[in-house]
Structure formats: structure tokens, C-alpha cells
């Protein structure tokens, strides 16, 4: 089973970089290590913990995505293999990737911010990963990788949003959010078709799916969770689990191709979205 990020006990989580301010912001420069996995549930301790596994599933046809059209930036055009595309319906062998799938409810303990910051890149003018967690309180360090002006603004609605701009190839900035959200949908206001969202937990207990739909969130204390799946086009869901004393859980989460596609443009001729922005679906949390 591929695992993919997280921040529990297994992965780190992706990447963000920013500096110099255009509506606001800093310049900073450095880079950042990449992010302790263990660090956020290593530092409570749990007696006899738990794992939940489990596969988000996909059904019908996925719909063909978005061609982008990179004409006005050959910079970035350049770093992608053939005509880029909006990745918002990865899909596997009937298996969704890029569904963040974290635990809702359940948990009694608190568990510190990790200090080390996840990342969030911006490379051939889109941001990897397009999806990742984050623990309130822990740095998110924002990276340009690309010759090109980046903005970087996201807009969350329990959170202090932020709206910084990257003028120059390797700068790097950090912020962080203080409560939990999901999701916190980010924009690059100088490349529409820049998306990404940001999963915000008070707690390590995340995980990004890959293509494969695979997902594991390790070191949970034994108990009842309710344990949420969100993805940008097809919305929430949310499953009860039990986690046996040093045992492990199984989850699995099913999506429909009928759900909703309203966030997803049919194929055809490039869509030039230095003009044109695709408003990504608000999804109210389960639970």
C-alpha cells in the first residue's frame, strides 16, 4: 500500500514558500528543512495505540480535466511533459487520490504544534502537493521555484488569511494558522489557474490520498472517532471508526462520478486563465 502525507506518524507533508510583499508580506530567503513526521503524536505520549488504513473509492467515469494554457509563461510551460492540466479529479483503478481525510471527532487530548514547518512549492507554475495538513500553530513555509511572479493568497474563513508576493526565483516565507479549518483554499492572484487547500487540525491525525486512494494515520489513542474525507469537487464524508488497544482500523470512503463535477471544465481547446477563474466548490464539514 502506498502511503502518502501525513503528518501522524508516517510522512511529511508537503511545501509553501513566499517573500517579498506585493499586497503584503515579507522577504525572506531562507529555506526550510523538511517536516518531522513524528513529531506532533511523538510528543503525547499514547498507551497502546492504534492505526486506521483504509482507500477512498471511486465510481463511474472521471471526467477529463481542464487543460491550462501556459502560453504567457514558457518559463513554467517548459518544466511539464505535454499540455498541463487542472489535477482536480486524480484518480486510480476505481481508487480518488488528493482527498484529505483526518479525524473529526474523538480525540481528548491536545497535542503541541510540531516546530518543524511543512512545505508548499510552487514549481511549472503549480503548487505541490495541490493538497495537504497542517497542524494549527505550525509554520507553513512557502517556496518559488519558478523564474516567474508568484502571489500567494489564501483566504480562509476562521483563520487570518494572508496575501504575499514572491517576485524571484528561491524565495521563501513562512505563515501559519491558529485555529483548525477545513479546508483553506489558496490562490496565485497572477496564474488563475494556481489552486491548492490547506487541511488545519488541531491535532497530527491526517493524511493525503494518492492516485492509489491508500491512506494511513498511525499512533492513535484506542477509542470511537468519527474520521471525515474532503475533496475539492466531490465534498465531504465522514465514517465511525474504532480503534482496538494497539490494533488496527479499517476505513474506507466511496465517491460517486454523479456527485458533483461543477469544478471541473470538459477538455477541449486550452482555457487561458490568466483571464478566467474557476470558483472551486465550498464544501460545508461533516460532522
Known amino acids: 500500500m502506498t502511503r502518502f502525507t501525513r503528518l501522524p506518524a508516517l510522512l511529511t507533508l508537503g511545501v ?45 467515469t472521471a471526467p477529463d480535466l481542464e487543460s491550462i494554457d501556459m502560453d504567457s509563461e514558457p518559463v ?33 487530548q491536545e497535542f503541541p504544534a510540531p516546530s518543524t514547518p511543512v512545505e508548499i512549492d ?12 497542517v497542524q494549527a500553530g505550525q509554520n507553513i513555509t512557502i517556496r518559488n521555484n519558478d523564474a516567474v511572479l508568484h502571489n500567494i493568497n489564501a483566504t480562509p ?11 524571484q526565483e528561491g524565495m521563501t516565507s513562512d505563515r501559519s494558522f491558529s485555529a483548525s479549518e477545513i479546508m483553506v483554499p ?17 491535532h497530527p491525525y491526517f493524511a493525503v490520498t494518492g492516485p492509489d486512494g491508500s491512506f494511513e494515520i498511525e499512533n492513535l489513542p484506542p477509542g470511537d472517532y468519527v474520521l471525515e474525507a474532503w475533496h475539492e469537487v466531490y465534498g465531504a464524508q465522514t465514517v465511525n471508526v474504532t480503534v482496538p488497544p494497539s490494533g488496527t482500523a479499517e476505513a474506507t470512503f466511496t465517491y460517486d462520478a454523479a456527485m458533483s463535477a461543477s469544478a471541473v471544465v470538459p477538455v477541449g481547446d486550452p482555457v487561458d486563465l490568466h483571464d478566467h477563474h474557476i470558483s472551486p466548490v465550498a464544501v460545508t464539514p461533516a460532522g
Open 122 to 133: 510552487q514549481s511549472g507554475c503549480v503548487y505541490e502537493p495541490r493538497i495537504l495538513g
Open 186 to 202: 489558496v490562490q496565485c492572484d497572477v496564474h488563475g489557474w494556481m489552486t491548492a487547500f490547506i487541511g488545519v487540525t488541531d
Open 16 to 60: 509553501l514558500a513566499v517573500a517579498v510583499a506585493g499586497c503584503g508580506g515579507d522577504g525572506d530567503t531562507g529555506g526550510a528543512p523538511p517536516a518531522d513526521a513524528t513529531e506532533g503524536a511523538a510528543a503525547v505520549e499514547i498507551e497502546n495505540p492504534g492505526v486506521i488504513t483504509g482507500t477512498v473509492m471511486f465510481t463511474g
Open 157 to 167: 474563513e476562521a483563520n487570518r488569511g494572508f496575501n504575499i508576493s514572491q517576485p
Open 76 to 108: 513554467c510551460a517548459e518544466k511539464h511533459e505535454g499540455t498541463p492540466v487542472q489535477e482536480s479529479v486524480v484518480t486510480g483503478t476505481g481508487t480518488l487520490g488528493n482527498v484529505f481525510v483526518s479525524v473529526r471527532e474523538g480525540l481528548s
